[in-house]
C-alpha cells in the first residue's frame, strides 16, 4: 500500500476518463440517463443514491482510515444519527461522558425519550473498568479521543476488547485527531466518525460528515441507511472535502508544532490554572496518547480563574478568532461551556464555564503566540 500523502491525493481520484481531467469533477447531478430499463451506466441512477463525485470522496477517506467501506453524509451530526439507526429502543448507549455536545444533545433529547438507554462514564473509567459498565443489551460503546472539550484520551484498543466480549460495536468519534495522527480501525474499533467540516475540509468552508467500517455487515447495513434516510453531502460539499485531504498530512503537521508553541506560552503563564493537552507528560492520558496517535493534535483547552476571566480573554484576541467549530488553517478561540457544549449545561458532566478552548491554525507560531500572551496579559 502506498503511504498516507500519496493516498489522500491519488485514492479515488483517477483522471477523468473522457477529458483528462487532473481534478475529480463536480457532478452536479441529480439523476442519471439508463441505457435501458435497470442498465445503468457504471451503476449510476439517482444521486442521493450514489454520486461519482462523492464515491470518489468515500473511497479516497476509507482508505486513510484503513476501511474497506466508507459513507459520506451531510453533516457529522448526519452520520451520528444514521449510525444511531444501527441501535434498536431498549438497547444501550454507553458512551464517554465528555462528548461532543451536539452529540449529547441527540442522546439525551432526542432518543432517550424514544427509550433508548445511554449511560456515561468517564474517560479514566472507559480505561480501567469499562466492562462492569457493559452488559448482553449494550449495542454500542461510543467514544471520542481525544474527548470535546477537555482532551481526554480513551485507550480504543481496551476498550474495544470489553465491548466485543458482549457483543457490542464501538464507535470512536477521530474528529480531533484525523486520520493521519489516528486511525481507530486499526486499534480494534468496528466505525469511525467524522465531522468532515473540521480538519479533512480544513478551511471553515464547507459542512460535512463521514463514517467507516471494514465491518461487511455493518457497511451493509450503512449503505441501505445511508441511501434511505438521505442525508448526503451535495457533490460540491463532497469535492471540498477530497480537496481539503490532498494537504490534511501537511496541515496536520503544521497544526501540531503550532499547538507546542502555544502549550509552551500556556504552561508558563501566570494567568492559566492548568493546560489540557494529551501531549503533556504529566496528562492523564498521555501514555496512552503516545501510544495509539502520530502526534497530539492541534486542539488545546486551559483554564483560567473563573468564568469573567474566561469570556474577558476570548473577547481580547485579534488573531484568534472567537468561533464555534475548529479543524480549520485560521486559529478559532471560544468558551465550550456559552458555545460549543451549551447543551450539557444540564448534564453531570457539565462543561466548566472557566474553560477556553483553541483550535491552533497554521498562521506564524511567534503572531499566534504573541496574540494569545496580549490578552492573557
Same mark, same amino acid.
Given at each position: ?8 491525493? !491519488? ?68 452520520? @451520528? ?46 480505561? @480501567? ?64 466518525? !467524522? ?51 490532498? @494537504? ?38 498521555? #501514555? *496512552?496518547?503516545?501510544?495509539?496517535? #502520530? #502526534? ?15 469570556? #474577558? ?5 485579534? *488573531?484568534? &478568532? ?10 478559532? *478561540? ?24 483553541? &483550535? ?18
Amino acid at each position: 500500500m502506498t503511504e498516507f500523502e500519496t493516498r489522500a491525493i !491519488h485514492e479515488g481520484q483517477e483522471p477523468d476518463p473522457s477529458t483528462g481531467a487532473v481534478a475529480v469533477p463536480i457532478y452536479q447531478t441529480s439523476t442519471y440517463v439508463q441505457e435501458a430499463v435497470g442498465q445503468l451506466k457504471q451503476g449510476y441512477d439517482y444521486s442521493r443514491t450514489a454520486n461519482p463525485t462523492r464515491r470518489a470522496l468515500e473511497r479516497c477517506l476509507a482508505s486513510l482510515e484503513s476501511a474497506d467501506h466508507g459513507f459520506a453524509f451531510a453533516s457529522g451530526m448526519a452520520a @451520528t444519527t444514521t449510525i444511531m439507526h444501527l441501535v434498536d429502543p431498549g438497547q444501550r448507549v454507553v458512551s464517554v461522558n465528555d462528548v461532543y455536545g451536539g452529540t449529547y444533545r441527540l442522546f439525551s433529547k432526542v432518543y432517550a425519550p424514544k427509550g433508548y438507554d445511554f449511560t456515561y462514564v468517564s474517560a479514566e473509567q472507559t480505561n @480501567t473498568g469499562l466492562a462492569a459498565h457493559l452488559d448482553e443489551q449494550t449495542r454500542i460503546v461510543w467514544l471520542e479521543s481525544p474527548t470535546n472539550p477537555l482532551l481526554n484520551v480513551v485507550d480504543i484498543a481496551a476498550a474495544a476488547r470489553a465491548a466485543h466480549e458482549v457483543g457490542a460495536l464501538v464507535v470512536v468519534d477521530n474528529t480531533f485527531a484525523s486520520p493521519y495522527l489516528q486511525r481507530p480501525l486499526e486499534l480494534g474499533a468496528d466505525v469511525v466518525v !467524522h465531522s468532515t467540516t473540521k480538519y479533512l475540509g480544513g478551511h471553515s468552508d464547507l459542512v460535512g460528515g463521514f463514517a467507516a467500517t471494514s465491518d461487511a455487515a455493518v457497511a451493509e447495513r450503512l449503505g441501505f441507511l445511508q441511501n434511505g434516510l438521505g442525508a448526503v453531502p451535495g457533490p460540491l460539499d463532497a469535492w471540498l472535502v477530497l480537496r481539503g485531504l490532498k @494537504t490534511l498530512a501537511v496541515r496536520m503537521r503544521q497544526h501540531c508544532a503550532n499547538a507546542r508553541a502555544v502549550v509552551e506560552l500556556l504552561e508558563g503563564h501566570p494567568a492559566v490554572q492548568r493546560v489540557l493537552w494529551p501531549g503533556l507528560a504529566g496528562h492523564p492520558g498521555h #501514555d *496512552i496518547a503516545a501510544r495509539q496517535m #502520530d #502526534d497530539f493534535g492541534g486542539m488545546v483547552s486551559f483554564l483560567v480563574e473563573g468564568e469573567r476571566r474566561a469570556l #474577558d480573554l476570548v473577547a481580547k484576541t485579534r *488573531i484568534w &478568532s472567537l468561533a464555534e467549530s475548529l479543524g480549520g488553517v485560521e486559529s478559532l *478561540i471560544e468558551t465550550p461551556a456559552q458555545m460549543t457544549h451549551a447543551s450539557t449545561a444540564d448534564a453531570p458532566f457539565a462543561t466548566p464555564p472557566n474553560l477556553v478552548r483553541l &483550535s491552533v491554525g497554521i498562521e506564524a507560531a511567534d503572531d499566534l503566540v504573541a496574540d494569545l500572551a496580549g490578552a492573557l496579559d
